[in-house]
C-alpha cells in the first residue's frame, strides 16, 4: 500500500522517475518523429549525390514538382492557419519525408479505432441528459450570448446547461484534497477517477486507502488514468495491483512506440464522481507537487472546483463514455438516474464540457475566444503555458484593444524550457495591443482559469497550448452567475499580488540565451 511510502522515499522516487522524461519525450513525441525524419532526409540526399550524380536534375525536378503538389494541399487543407504554416515550412525544407511525417500525423494511425468508437458513444448518448428547455430559456433572458455559447456546447458534446448546482472553489491543490477526501468517505454507491497523472506518495496514498476501504464496504470504484504515467509515475502493472484491491482500473491509450506518440491524443482530463451528486474538476492531479509537498519549480498554484446538484451528471457521462471506449455492452444510463440532491437556493448557471482532439470542434479554444469576445469590463486568466495560434492571440489582442482589461498570469519558474521560450515569443505582440502580462514569482502556475466580468467563469484541464487546445482529451466547468465568481476573481487578485510586472524591456531578463530558441521553435510549435 502507498500510504507507507515516506516523504523523503515519496520525493526520492518522484525525482528518479521524472528523470526519465526527457527520454521518453524524445522517443515518443511527434517532434522526436520529425527529428529522424530530418536525418534520414540527410542521408538520402547525400546517398543521391553520390550515387546519382548523373541524375541530378532529374531528382530536382522531381523534387520541386512533390514539394509544389504538397504546398497546394497544404494552402486548401482543412487546418489552422498556424499549423499550415508549419507543415508549410517542414515540407519544403524536407519535401519526401515532411510528407511521410505529415501522412503519419493525420493518419491517425493507433488512433482510428478509438475516433470511430467515441463517435459511436457519443451518438449514443446523445439525448441521455436532455436539455431543460426552461433553464436555458431562463439564461437567455439573463444574457443572449452566454445562452447562445451553451447551446453551442451542448450541440457538440450532449451535456446541457443546468441550474440547482453549488459551486465551491478550491485555490490550491491542498484544498481540494482535503474536501475530497471528506466527500470520498462519504461515498454509498460509486466512486470514478479519471486523471491525467496518479503518482504514489502522501496525496495518493490516502486516496487509495479510502479507495480500497470503499471497496470493501460495496462501493463501485473505478479509475482511469493515462497511458503516459507507464513511463513517468507508475509502472506497467500497476492495473493490475489495484484490481487485487477490488479497485477496477484502466490506462487510457497505453504508448506504442511511432504509433501513439506522447504528445498526441492524451487523456489529460481531471474527473471525480462520487455517487453522481458531487464531482471535482481543474488542474489538480494526484501527485505530491499538486500540494506541495514535492517542490521541483517553487510554489504550485493550482485551481479546481467541486459540484453538486443537476450539472454533476455531466461529470459522470463524461467519464462512463471513457470507460466504455473498450466496451461492447454499455452501461451508463443507471448511473445518470441516481439522485443530484441539488441546493433548495443556488443561483447561476453550470455547464461541465468535454473537448476531444478526434473531431473537427475546438471547443476549449472557442468557448475562451467567445468569453473574450463578449467581454465588457475584464477578462483575468491564469495559465500554465502560451504557446498560441493566430486565431487565439487576436481574440486576446482584439480584447484588450477595445478597451477590455485582459491580464494574465503565468509561470515565473517554468517546468518546461521550450513551452517557456516560446511563451515569452508572444509576449510583444499582446503587450503592445494593451494586454498585461504577470509572472508568478513563488513559482509555477498550473491553473487554468478565465474569469470575466464577475458573471462568468470557467476552471477545468485547458491550458492555452496547442496540446490543450487541439490533441488532448480535455474538459472543464463554465459558470454564469455561480455564486463562486467573486471568490476566483478575488483569488486572482491575491495572486497578482505575487507577481512581477512583464514590460517589453523585462520579457526577455535573464533568458536572452532563450531568444533564439523562441524564434527557432515557433516554427514547430504546432507539433509540440
Known sequence: ???????????????????????????????????????????????????????????????????????????????????????LVIIMATPVFGALLLWFTKSEIGHRAVKVRIEQLINTTNNMLPQQDEVLESLRQENQGAASLAGYINRNGCHPVSGNTAVTYFPSGTAKWEEMLRQLRQAKHFIFLEYFIIDEGLMWGKVLEILAEKVREGVDVRVIYDGTCEFTT???????????????????????????????????RKILVIDGHTAFNGGVNLADEYINKVQRFGHWKDTAVMLKGDAVRSFTLMFLQMWNVDVKELDIQ????????????????????????????????????????????????????????????????????????????????????????????????????????????????????????????????????????????????????ASCIPEIEKDFAQTLEMCRHVTKDTIWQGFQAKKLTSYLMKVVAPLL
Not at 549525390?49 to 520541386?64: K, Q, S
Not at 484490481?243 to 498526441?264: D, E
Not at 493566430?390 to 517554468?414: H, N, Q, S, T, Y
Request: charged fraction near 20%; include cysteine; aromatic fraction near 14%.
Open 234 to 268: 507508475l509502472d506497467h502493472g500497476y492495473p493490475k495491483r489495484l484490481r487485487k484491491l477490488g479497485i477496477q482500473c484502466k490506462m487510457f491509450s497505453p504508448l506504442v512506440p511511432l504509433v501513439s506518440t506522447h504528445y498526441n491524443y492524451r487523456d489529460h
Open 334 to 481: 443507471r448511473f445518470l438516474d441516481y439522485p443530484t440532491f441539488p441546493p433548495t437556493e443556488e443561483k447561476g448557471y453550470v455547464l461541465p464540457y468535454g473537448d476531444c482532439p478526434l473531431d473537427m470542434d475546438k471547443v476549449g479554444e472557442r468557448v475562451y475566444m467567445d468569453i473574450l469576445n463578449r467581454a465588457v469590463d475584464y477578462v483575468h486568466i491564469m495559465s500554465p503555458y502560451l504557446i498560441l495560434d493566430g486565431e487565439m492571440e487576436a481574440a486576446l489582442k482584439f480584447a484588450a484593444e477595445r478597451g477590455v482589461d485582459v491580464k494574465l498570469i503565468l509561470p515565473g519558474i517554468p517546468d518546461k524550457k521550450i513551452p517557456y521560450a516560446l511563451a515569452k515569443g508572444h509576449y510583444a505582440s499582446l503587450l503592445d495591443s494593451g494586454v498585461e502580462i504577470y509572472e508568478y514569482t513563488p513559482g509555477f502556475v498550473h491553473a487554468k482559469v478565465f474569469v470575466s466580468d464577475d458573471r462568468e467563469a470557467v476552471v477545468g484541464t485547458i491550458n492555452l497550448d496547442y496540446r490543450s487546445l487541439y490533441h488532448h482529451f480535455e474538459c472543464a466547468t463554465w459558470m454564469y452567475g
Open 1 to 87: 500500500m502507498t500510504e507507507n511510502v515516506t516523504e523523503t522515499e515519496s520525493v526520492g522516487m518522484t525525482l528518479l522517475k521524472r528523470g526519465q522524461k526527457g527520454l521518453m519525450h524524445a522517443l515518443f513525441s511527434r517532434v522526436g518523429v520529425f527529428l529522424i525524419l530530418l536525418v534520414l532526409q540527410f542521408l538520402m540526399l547525400f546517398s543521391v549525390f553520390r550515387w546519382f550524380e548523373n541524375f541530378l536534375p532529374h531528382v530536382y525536378g522531381g523534387t520541386f514538382l512533390f514539394t509544389v503538389i504538397m504546398v497546394l494541399y497544404l494552402l486548401n487543407a482543412r487546418m489552422d492557419s498556424t499549423a499550415k504554416l508549419t507543415w
